[in-house]
C-alpha cells in the first residue's frame, strides 16, 4: 500500500458506505442513524490500479471535553494527523452546515493533502451544495455517491498523482537492506551522505523524551508533531549533521499502554512506530528510567530485530535518578532477560532535558550501523568455524551424524551467513544459537541481528544410489557353480 487515505465528516455523511464500496465488502456497519461508527476501522482500499490503506473514522462531532463523543473526536483527529490523504465528506443534500467549515479549518491545519467530497450528490438538488462547497477553501468539490459507486472515476483522477508522490518517496527513503556481498567485493561499507543520510528512528512510549531527545540533537527547539513531507504523515523526519555525520531523525507517535477508550488509538500509535521502524537503518528504543521496559518497548524492539535493523537502547531522564549505579545493573539485567534476542546491544543512559550522555549515545548509533555493515572473508569464516566445531561438535539425532563443511558471508544490513552442512533439518536450535553468539562475540557483533541459514550441500558422490546397468568386475570374472578349467 503506497499510502494511507482516512474518510472524515460530521456523522451520518456516508463514510462507512463508501468504506465498505473502497474494500469491496461490507466491513463496517452502515445505518440512517448517525453515530454507528465508534472507533477506527482500517481495510485494504483499491480504485482500479490505485491500492491504498482506507480507515474509516468516527463521525466528527463539536464536542471536545471527555464525554464519548469528545473521545471519538481526538482519536478521529489523531488518525487525520497519521494518514497520508484525507478525504472530507459532506452530505450534498443536506449543503454545507456551520460544523463543516469547523472541520474544514481543523483539517487544513492537520493535514497537507485534504480532497473535499459532496457525498449523495445524484440528482439536481446536489447542484446548490457543490457551489457551497467551494467556501471551505479545500478546492474543488468531488461530487460522488458512495452507495451507488458514482464519482468513483473523479476520484481516482485525484488519488493518482497522490499515489505516485507518495510511492517515490518510499522509494527514496527506504534503506538499502540484504546488500549481496562477496570476498572480493571492492565496496566498503556505504559512508552516510547528505544524499543519502544514516536513517534513525527514535521510538518509545509517550512522554519518554523523544522529541526533547530530537531537539537537544539538532540543537533548537522545534515542533515535531504537525505535518512535514516525509515518507508519511506519521513519522516527522529532521535533517540533521551530529558530529559531522548526515542523519535523518524520524520522531514517531508514543506507543501508547492499552486503555479502556483509547485501544483503538494504541493500535494506530503502534502502528506508527512500525513505518518508521521500516525506514531506518539504526532504531533507538527511548526507554522512561522510571517506567523502563513496558510491553510495547519490548514489542518494537522485538520488531526492529525481526527486520534486520540496527538497535540502540536509550533511557531517558538519567538526571532524576539518584540510584545510578543500582539502576544501572538492574537495567541490563532486565534488558538481557526480557530481550535475550539482541544480546550485545548497546543500552546508553541520557537525559534529553540537560543533554548529558547524548555523546555516547552518537558513539553507539555509528558502532551499531558498523556492525550492521560488518563483512567477513570465508578464510576467516572457516577457521572460526573449525574451532567452533573442536569445542563443541554438532549432536548426532537418531545416530545421523552432522557434518560442517565451510561458512561464507551472502549478504549485509544486517550480517547475513550460510553453514553448508549435512541434515541442516536436525540441527538444534540450541547449535544454531551457538553459532550465532560466536559469531557475535569473536567478529565483534555485539546486538547485530544476524542472519544465519543452514544449507544442505548434498551428497558429493555421484554414484550413491545409483544402480549401475552393468556387472561388476569381481560378478564378470566369478565362475559359474561346476564349471572347471
Known amino acids: 500500500m503506497s499510502f494511507t487515505l482516512a474518510l472524515v465528516g460530521r456523522p451520518n455523511v456516508g463514510k462507512s458506505t463508501l468504506f465498505n464500496r473502497l474494500v469491496g465488502k461490507k466491513l463496517a456497519l452502515v445505518d440512517d442513524q448517525p453515530g454507528v461508527t465508534r472507533d477506527l476501522r ?11 490503506t482506507v480507515i474509516d473514522t468516527a463521525g466528527l462531532e463539536m464536542a471536545t471535553d471527555e464525554s464519548l463523543q469528545g473521545r471519538m473526536r481526538k482519536l478521529t483527529e489523531r488518525a487525520v494527523e497519521m494518514a ?11 449543503g454545507v452546515l456551520p460544523a463543516d467549515r469547523i472541520f474544514a479549518d481543523i483539517l487544513r491545519k492537520k493535514n497537507a493533502h485534504v480532497i473535499l467530497a459532496a457525498n449523495k450528490g445524484e440528482g439536481k438538488a446536489a447542484d446548490i451544495t457543490i457551489l457551497e462547497a467551494y467556501a471551505l477553501g479545500l478546492g474543488e468539490p468531488i461530487r460522488i455517491s458512495a452507495e451507488h459507486g458514482e464519482g468513483m472515476g473523479e476520484l481516482m483522477d485525484v488519488l493518482r498523482p497522490l499515489s505516485e508522490q507518495f510511492e517515490e518517496r518510499a522509494l527514496a527513503d527506504a534503506p538499502e537492506t540484504d546488500v549481496a556481498v562477496e570476498d572480493d567485493d ?42 512535514e513531507a516525509g515518507i508519511t504523515r506519521d513519522a516527522i523526519s529532521v535533517m540533521t549533521e551530529w558530529d ?24 494506530l500509535s503502534v502502528s506508527d512506530g512500525l513505518r518508521a521502524v521500516k525506514f531506518a537503518e539504526v532504531v533507538v528504543v527511548l526507554l522512561d528510567v522510571d517506567i523502563p521496559f513496558e510491553q510495547q518497548d519490548l514489542r518494537i524492539a522485538d520488531l526492529a530485530e525481526r527486520e534486520g535493523r540496527a538497535v540502540v537502547i ?37 537525559s534529553a532535558k540537560t543533554g548529558k550522555g547524548l555523546d555516547r549515545l552518537q558513539q553507539a548509533i555509528m558502532k551499531a550501523y558498523d556492525v550492521w555493515n560488518r563483512r567477513v572473508t570465508t578464510a576467516q569464516l572457516n577457521r572460526w568455524l573449525t574451532g567452533m ?57 555485539p546486538g547485530a541481528p544476524i542472519r544465519l541459514t543452514l544449507r544442505d550441500q548434498g551428497d558429493k558422490n555421484p554414484y550413491k544410489d545409483k544402480k549401475s546397468s552393468q556387472p561388476s568386475r569381481l560378478s564378470k570374472h566369478k565362475r559359474a557353480p561346476g564349471t572347471h578349467r
Open 314 to 350: 536509550g533511557v531517558n531522564k538519567w538526571d532524576t535518578e539518584d540510584d545510578k549505579q543500582d539502576k544501572l545493573k538492574e537495567l541490563k539485567e532486565e534488558f538481557a532477560r526480557l530481550l535475550p534476542q539482541l544480546r550485545g546491544a548497546p543500552l546508553v543512559t541520557v
Open 42 to 52: 482500517e481495510g485494504a482500499g483499491r480504485i482500479a490500479d490505485i491500492k491504498f
Open 84 to 94: 497520508d490523504v484525507c478525504l472530507f465528506m459532506i452530505d450534498a443534500r443536506v
Open 186 to 227: 571492492p565496496d566498503a561499507p556505504r559512508v552516510p551522505t547528505r544524499a543519502k543520510p544514516l536513517q534513525i528512528a527514535v521510538v518509545g512510549r509517550p512522554n519518554a523524551g523523544k522529541s526533547t531527545l530530537i531537539n537537544k540533537i539538532i540543537g533548537e527547539e522545534r515542533l515535531l508533531t504537525g505535518p
Open 244 to 267: 559531522g555525520v548526515p542523519m535523518r531523525i524520524f520522531d514517531t507517535a508514543g506507543m501508547r499502554k492499552k486503555a479502556r477508550i483509547n485501544e483503538k488509538l494504541e493500535k
Open 389 to 445: 566445531l573442536e569445542q563443541h561438535p554438532p549432536p548426532a539425532p537418531g545416530g545421523k551424524r552432522i557434518k560442517m563443511r565451510y561458512a561464507t558471508q551472502v549478504k549485509t544490513r544486517p550480517p547475513g551467513f550460510v553453514v553448508m552442512t549435512s541434515h541442516p533439518d536436525l540441527v538444534p536450535a540450541s547449535y544454531t544459537r551457538y553459532l550465532v553468539n560466536g559469531l557475535r562475540d569473536d567478529f565483534d557483533m
